[in-house]
């Protein structure tokens, strides 16, 4: 009998011939033997790849063919498509049963899926890889000689499937096994007693342990004869493989092998370690919490994360930070963790003028994407281009996210009415399109247009306390009781002068000569 499951990302081959586990089971000891095979394959998915094919191969369904599947989430204006690596109508699902294939399919097949895989990302391979090894542990518990046949009956003649918890176990099992494997290089590294390294390995460590607990606790209880077989014999086993595949990929290869005198290569390791980290978080984030299922892990997850990318920005610069996080599919993670930093700016000067432009930048390319997605620039009869309605409307569009987010503020600090020349102020940063965009007046297009730019930039918090511009609407609520507070005002004039300033400075758009009109609403302002 021969299995081939075909993914994107990677390839489960295997073949009853191939060789015996020590508990007798020919099917569970094709599983660690191949394993490596499994695991080793060149790993990725391109960000662009929106359909994962699986192809069932056997002498009975020569080809069952591929299908694609949506899941639609709604945030507001955004849809986002996910899709699924495999469902029960692929013929591929963790609790049921593989038809069978050649070994000629097998071959070609695996053939034709490592050509595939080579342009592909290591993220999104890591993610199939944590699959696979999931699916591994499933079989191999399963097979292994002392679990209960009849209980394969369970869904048919009760309706209820009483091996559920082994699909859930081999996924939790799946991602302790890849953070331990991490931890185990940050450890074996030669700079492993650097504060990095250390720092890398206790975060790992934290993360793995209510996955381990887990683990234990759910085989002890339910298939307490396989408990020293499995953690024995089946873990070190997928833990080595993910180490062989983490230290074969090049970006790492720093983590790994360092001399620790060189001060380059010191910092080199670091970081590279912490891209590691990162990684495999994000890795095991695109899996989910109803694949993980376990809520201890998640709650732990946002604040590993956020102090990993705070020591890597101490490190390396914020927009080189920027650019290796979001390749590894953490964009929005660095935008709330590392957000804040944007309005410190100006309280910091050893961060100097270059990350100031590249918030800037990126607030303004944010809100320039929006934007064009959703086309704000299709409600106005211009004679301006599109290119310069979007430029344009992207710097209007974050000082009218800064003057709501000033009003907000003033009035958390008790001040429910504002003197003349503050009022005319805020008025003029929230309405300041409509004087050059008079268009804009019409209330469904400016109500989509101030949606569009706060839920851009609700990662961006203008003052203290206030965290999203999407919630203001309940601002009124959390106003301070009593006097005003007469410290908010200054506040409110270095906050908004830091980002006038900036936008002047720094920007390269007003200083262009198709630009007067933002040229001319921040000189005003």
């Not at 994962?52 to 694609?68: A, Q, T």
């Not at 331990?180 to 342990?209: C, K, M, T």
């Not at 109803?290 to 927009?319: A, D, N, R, W």
């Not at 900036?502 to 921040?522: G, H, R």
């Amino acid at each position: 009998m021969a299995v081939t499951l075909r993914g994107s990302n990677s390839s489960l081959a295997l073949s009853s011939s191939n060789c015996l586990l020590s508990n007798g089971s020919p099917f569970a000891g094709k599983k660690v033997s191949n394993l490596h095979c499994l695991l080793l394959s060149k790993c990725g998915s391109s960000r662009k790849g929106c359909l994962i094919r699986y192809d069932l191969l056997s002498s009975s369904n020569p080809g069952l063919g591929c299908r694609k599947c949506y899941l639609v989430f709604s945030k507001s204006r955004r849809r986002v498509h996910l899709l699924p690596f495999a469902s029960s109508d692929d013929g591929v699902t963790f609790n049921g049963s593989l038809p069978a294939s050649t070994g000629t399919d097998l071959e070609k097949t695996r053939v034709k899926l490592n050509r595939s895989l080579e342009d592909e990302e290591f993220c999104d391979g890591l993610v199939q890889a944590l699959y696979d090894a999931a699916r591994v542990y499933e079989l191999a518990i399963k097979e292994h000689k002392s679990f209960s046949r009849t209980s394969w009956f369970s869904t048919a003649w009760l309706g209820v499937d009483q091996n559920a918890w082994v699909k859930a176990l081999s996924c939790q099992a799946a991602v302790y096994s890849l953070l331990h494997a991490a931890s185990e290089i940050s450890s074996q590294s030669d700079g492993r007693d650097r504060s990095v390294n250390i720092f890398v390995q206790r975060s790992l460590l934290r993360l793995s342990s209510p996955l381990e607990s887990l683990t234990r606790e759910k085989l002890s209880a339910k298939h307490p004869e396989a408990y020293e077989w499995f953690w024995s014999e089946q873990v070190p086993v997928v833990v080595t493989s993910f180490v062989d595949k983490l230290e074969g990929n090049g970006r790492f290869t720093a983590a790994i092998a360092l001399s620790g005198k060189n001060v380059g290569l010191s910092s080199a390791s670091d970081i590279s370690l912490l891209l590691l980290a990162l990684t495999c978080i994000a890795a095991i984030a695109k899996l989910g919490p109803s694949k993980v299922s376990c809520s201890q892990f998640f709650s732990m997850i946002t604040e590993i994360t956020g102090s990993l990318m705070h020591m890597l920005v101490g490190l390396i610069p914020v927009s080189q930070a920027y650019n290796s996080i979001k390749n590894i599919g953490l964009h929005r993670e660095f935008l709330v963790h590392l957000g804040p930093r944007a309005s410190s700016c100006r309280a910091k000067e050893k961060w100097g003028s270059e990350e100031v432009v590249f918030w800037v930048n990126l607030a303004q390319r944010q809100l320039q994407q929006a934007i064009d997605k959703e086309k704000i620039w299709s409600r106005l009869t211009t004679s301006e281009s599109i290119e310069v309605l979007e430029k344009d409307l992207a710097v209007f569009g974050f000082f009218i996210a800064l003057g709501r987010s000033t009003r907000s503020f003033l009035l958390t600090n008790g001040f429910e009415t504002l003197d003349d020349p503050i009022e005319d102020f805020i008025r003029y940063l929230i309405g300041g399109s409509i004087l050059y965009y008079p268009q804009l007046s019409s209330i469904s297009s400016y109500q989509l247009y101030v949606e569009v730019v706060c839920e851009e930039l609700d990662w961006l918090p203008f003052y203290p306390g206030i965290t999203s511009l999407t919630k203001q609407s309940h601002m009124h609520r959390n106003k301070q009781e009593g006097p005003p507070n007469s410290d908010a005002v200054p506040q409110v004039f270095d906050a908004c002068s830091h980002w006038i300033q900036s936008f002047i400075k720094y920007s390269t758009w007003p200083e262009s000569p198709s630009n007067v009109k933002a040229a001319e609403f921040l000189s005003t302002g």
